[in-house]
């Protein structure tokens, strides 16, 4: 079993900042695959960003490609989604998962994954 806890939603601005943490705790593996959803009220969950633990490449949605980055504390067993220039539409309850398949690039967005935290709240006002 692998636990997931994030942290660091909140309200910002639009155009401002927030760092997400996901930290992993339990059994975990040297090369699993890693990814941050996010859900809005009214629309299904869709995938954020998504990496290998074990290094291969990570792969992005459109909608947030250039503003977002994904990375990781391998000391710390903790994923981090920063997200910058902050808009409206990023509002949602963001999610951090995890599976024993490695990904690389675009499969970290295929994969079901079967581990997930509980949620952070993200609102970005206009």
């Known amino acids: 079993q692998v636990q997931l806890v994030e942290s660091g939603g909140g309200l910002v601005q639009a155009g401002g900042s927030l760092r997400l943490s996901c930290a992993a705790s339990?059994?975990?593996?040297?090369?699993?695959?890693m990814g941050w959803f996010r859900q809005a009220p009214g629309k299904v969950r869709e995938f954020v960003a998504g990496?290998?633990?074990?290094?291969?490449?990570?792969y992005y949605a459109d909608s947030v490609k250039g503003r977002f980055s994904i990375s990781k504390d391998n000391a710390k067993n903790t994923m981090y989604l920063q997200m910058n220039s902050l808009k409206p539409e990023d509002t949602a309850v963001y999610y951090c998962?995890?599976?024993?398949?490695?990904?690389?690039?675009?499969?970290?967005?295929?994969?079901?994954?079967?581990?997930w935290g509980q949620g952070t709240q993200v609102t970005v006002s206009s």
């Open positions: 998962a995890a599976d024993p398949t490695d990904c690389s690039g675009y499969g970290c967005a295929l994969i079901d994954y079967d581990y």
């Open positions: 990496f290998s633990w074990g290094g291969g490449g990570s």
């Open positions: 339990g059994r975990t593996y040297s090369s699993y695959a």
